[in-house]
């Protein structure tokens, strides 16, 4: 008996919409190229399709700086496509999340046209107006994106804020007009029958009250605002309003992107008391190589070691078990590719670790998303000139600190960006080995990644070894044993200090699993006690050698827990 809730099931598959798959030749994806895909993303047996914004806009942030909530992006098509996407992907049983983009508008929304145009216009109230302070901004935070968090508008004669890009404005949520304008629009989508939202920084919409300078301790030129404003003084207060105006009379699945949340706050975001969300995005797993240099932030090519990994994602599986659900991800749009970041991009040992680590996120508890093309195992794109990319972070970074300060050296920079830019995870969707990988007839608008003559989803259709066909096998088991979703994680004793192999069971009054994951390109021995009536449900490798662990070699098993565990 499974008890959980349908999106406690599910699998999500995310797509980039620009990047999937381009049905027009114009070099980018389009919704109806998603259509055209509908049933590679069935046969794989994903069960929710997130997709990242469709809606207008003026582009200056891979459309998370949304112009108008309810038109659809022209570049990716039209209202009439995006009906037709839902009802294509409802016939198929598949489900579809859009992005909700609301901490922010597009400077070129009308709202925000309105709020600019005078002091005393009806609108000025939607988004955080501040007179200068001194003659400068009104405080000392930085935009995520570069650069002071506040833009001087001539003529009004006072700064706005933007926690992101000058062209993305910080909404005003303490305004309830504000609040009311959203919950009408989220219930418009409703009635065009989608099944939910990925809240984009929902976790920063509440600022705090008096916004004083912030001491972070990152220095100059401006201050890492993201610790002051994440889960701010009514963050919970506005998604209850949510849920009561718009949620709560859904089936829908929730998650909420939520930068700087600590495990007892997603105890609140995520509660399984349903108040809020279904669940949320952290953030920890996905810093824990970055900040070697508290200005470069993100900047860095250090890896992760399996000790800090593990200690983080075991905390998350822990703390949140009965109280609240997880998410599980290793990558997204904003994020470099698991299988270059994690594992081991090197031909020798990719598919070997990539699947090493979906077995390893996809037994844990929580929801999985899997990043368009991670399935095949898709690397970073490994980039050597500055000019192949478009990501706006990735850009502004080098120019502020290559260019204005000096901190870094070029090739230095450009190493990180090899590591860590969104573009990585951009690069068009590998489906076949022709010269645009089967995206497009055309140039593409970022480059293809050479590597799709080898990796690829026509070649991995048709290999039953493929990593392609491993994440197949990873969501039946999901969708057929109850213990993955309702069991209890526990690392197995004395693995928090192993550097090489992370293991661990989930267990419920039925069934155990115990899934090891070799992190490591070495051989090694570690003998775990197995029962003998157990089942080998999932390997990488085509035959189990016992205590001998190979190269990135994963193994699950499954057996009946014993009384002796009750
Ligand atoms: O991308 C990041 C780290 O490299 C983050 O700082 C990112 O900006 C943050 O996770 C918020 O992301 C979301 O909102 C942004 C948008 O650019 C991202 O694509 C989106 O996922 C602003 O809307």
């Known amino acids: 008996m499974n008890n959980s809730k349908w999106w406690q099931q599910a699998v999500i598959y995310q797509v980039y919409p620009k990047s999937f798959q381009d049905s027009n030749q114009d070099g980018l994806g ?11 993303i069935k046969q794989l047996g994903a069960d929710v399709i997130w997709l990242n914004p469709v809606y207008k806009t003026a582009n200056i942030d891979g459309g998370y700086d949304i112009s108008d909530y309810q038109s659809i992006n022209p570049d990716l098509g039209t209202m009439s496509d995006f009906d037709a996407l839902v009802t294509e992907a409802h016939q198929r049983g598949l489900k579809i999340m859009m992005d ?7 400077s070129d929304h009308d709202w925000f046209k309105q709020s600019r145009s005078s002091t005393d216009n009806p609108y000025r109230d939607y988004y955080i107006w501040r007179d200068p302070v001194d003659g400068h901004e009104p405080n000392n935070w930085g935009s995520f994106f570069s650069g002071p968090a506040w833009t001087y508008d001539e003529q009004s004669q006072q700064y706005y804020l933007h926690l992101f890009a000058k062209e993305q404005p910080d909404l005003n949520w303490d305004n309830p007009e504000v609040r009311k304008a959203i919950f009408r629009m989220m219930n418009w989508w409703a009635a065009k029958g989608i099944d939910g939202f990925r809240m984009d920084v929902i976790s920063l919409i509440s600022k705090p009250n008096n916004l004083t300078d912030d001491h972070a301790g990152k220095g100059q030129p401006y201050e890492d605002a993201g610790q002051a404003v994440a889960n701010g003084p009514h963050v919970h207060q506005y998604l209850k309003e949510m849920n009561q105006e718009v949620l709560s009379k859904y089936d829908w699945i929730t998650v909420g992107e939520t930068a700087g949340v600590t495990t007892e706050q997603a105890d609140k975001y995520a509660n399984l008391d349903g108040s809020e969300l279904n669940m949320v995005f952290q953030f920890e797993h996905v810093s824990l190589d970055g900040n070697v240099n508290p200005i470069l932030g993100k900047w860095s090519d250090r890896r992760v070691s399996l000790v800090d990994l593990r200690e983080n994602l075991v905390k998350w599986q822990t703390q949140l078990a009965g109280k609240a659900w997880n998410s599980l991800y290793w990558n997204n749009h904003d994020q470099p590719r698991a299988v270059s970041r994690f594992g081991d991009d090197d031909p020798q040992y990719r598919d070997y670790s990539a699947k090493m680590l979906g077995a390893m996120l996809h ?5 999985p998303y899997i990043y ?3 399935e095949l195992g898709m690397t970073n794109s490994a980039w050597h000139d500055l000019s192949q990319y478009r990501d706006l972070e990735s850009l502004n970074a080098y120019h502020e600190f290559v260019d204005k300060e000096a901190l870094v050296s070029p ?4 190493r990180y960006l090899q590591t860590t830019s969104r573009d990585n995870a951009r690069t068009p969707m590998q489906w076949d080995n022709s010269q645009y990988a089967g995206f497009s007839q055309n140039k593409p608008w970022l480059p293809v990644n050479d590597n799709h003559t080898e990796v690829n989803a026509q070649q991995q259709l048709s290999d039953s070894n493929s990593v392609f066909n491993f994440y197949k096998q990873l969501i039946k088991w999901r969708h057929t044993l109850p213990v993955v979703t309702n069991g209890t994680f526990s690392l197995i004793t004395g693995n928090e200090k192993d550097t090489e192999v992370f293991a661990y069971t989930r267990q419920n009054s039925d069934q155990t699993l115990l899934v090891i994951a070799n992190f490591t390109a070495n051989q090694l021995t570690r003998h775990y006690d197995i029962p003998s009536d157990h089942k080998l ?26 009384a002796a565990t009750d």
Not at 30 to 40: A, E, H, N
Not at 363 to 367: A, D, I, L, S, V
Not at 537 to 542: G, M
């Open 30 to 40: 389009d919704l109806r190229g998603i259509i055209s895909r509908l049933d590679y």
């Open 100 to 106: 909700l983009v609301v901490n922010h508008t597009s």
């Open 363 to 367: 037994f844990m508890q929580g929801t």
């Open 372 to 374: 368009q093309g991670e």
């Open 411 to 414: 090739e230095t920079m450009l």
């Open 537 to 562: 449900i999932v390997q990488n490798y085509t035959d189990d050698q016992g205590s001998t662990l190979r190269p990135y070699e994963t193994k699950v098993y499954l057996y009946q827990s014993t």
